[in-house]
């Protein structure tokens, strides 16, 4: 439905120039693992955080589409795809499917509203895109705890500063992850507010002239049909120079609630919780860094769903940063009772057009 009023406006406005002109990008990245630690080839252990890639190659994700952006209006359509994150829950589509689809519109000074389907405004690393992904994937955390694209209606309003702004989102969703309507009355809200000083708090290459700085809180609620889902957490980013340090710490509660109508995601109230530290340095065209991260699906259970890694690589960018090429070594730490050789390494090219 956003779509259609989007591109309803789109052809009523352009010939005034209302709608910026549409200007096309591409990604396509792919990579090849080459080491996996796994003993056994048959029955390889799974867990949170490992894409289970036996040594081969991938197409990671692609995506291809129109943007365009002006004082009044903004609009992003793409397609594309991306495989599976993790072989525990298959979290992906091999399939070439709709990726985003929003319209902005400049309501009043300061205030944007946007809908379509679009990233909810939820941890700083989840709405990085990943197209500026120094190592190449996102902490488990952040794939697993918190929602990514829906279908809704967003408000986005900014105060500048002068060196500084607070931006302050607050959105509705169908929170069920389908690009086709809602199968319940339930509904998703998230709300973010976000001190920001500097350009750049979404993105770590590169030297800055000064201070960069992103500080936020966020959180959400989703009723669905037989799960309470309640996340919030906060992330930090700053970048000095060629020093760029990210942080973010997160918490989630899954409950059950009308377990009569259907299968609830857990069978009692479920605490998750976790974190993650990144520190890089850009020097001239290429930029080493290393994460720490760790995500808990049980905080009342030691079991195998607790998993902690360490990725260590560096990415070379050309200059115009349209072509990236890297290497990293994923470490990955189970508690001394459910340890499995699971270790990965893996070479990365992503091909970038904006």
Known sequence: MFVSIALSLMNYAYADDVVADPQPFGLLHMWTTVYDMDENE??????????????????????????????????????????????????????IDLVDAYFSWKAVQGLWLTGGVQKVPVSREQIMSSSDLVLAERAAASVWMVPNREVGLLGD???????????????????????????????????RIEYTMGEGAYNTFGVTDGLVMGVALDGYLNQEIATQDLGYG?????????????????????????????????????????????????????????????????????????????????????????????????????????????????????????
């Open 42 to 95: 048959v029955a390889d252990p799974a867990g949170y955080g490992d894409p289970e890639d036996d040594i081969g190659f991938k197409l990671r994700r692609t995506r291809a589409g129109i943007s365009g952006s002006n004082d009044q209006t903004r609009y992003h359509v793409s397609v594309g795809m991306s495989s599976p994150f993790d072989a525990t829950l298959n979290r992906g589509s091999e399939r």
């Open 157 to 191: 309003y900014t105060v500048d500063m002068k060196s500084s702004k607070l931006n302050v989102q607050a959105g509705i969703f169908n929170g069920n992850g389908s690009l086709l309507g809602d199968d319940n009355s339930g509904k998703m809200l998230a709300g």
């Open 234 to 354: 906060a992330d930090v980013i700053i970048r000095a120079a060629g020093l760029s340090v990210l942080g973010e710490f997160r918490m989630r509660t899954l409950s059950p609630t009308n377990t009569t109508v259907d299968v609830p995601a857990v069978l009692s109230e479920t605490q998750q919780m976790g974190y993650l530290a990144q520190v890089g340095y850009s020097v001239g065209q290429f930029e080493p860094a290393v994460r720490y991260s760790s995500f808990d699906d049980n905080t009342d259970l030691v079991n195998t769903g607790d998993g902690r890694e360490v990725s260590a690589g560096v990415t070379w960018h050309n200059k115009t940063d349209s072509v990236r090429i890297g290497g990293s070594y994923v470490l990955r730490l189970e508690d001394d009772a459910y340890v499995v050789s699971n270790d990965t390494a893996r070479l990365w090219m992503m091909l970038r057009y904006k």
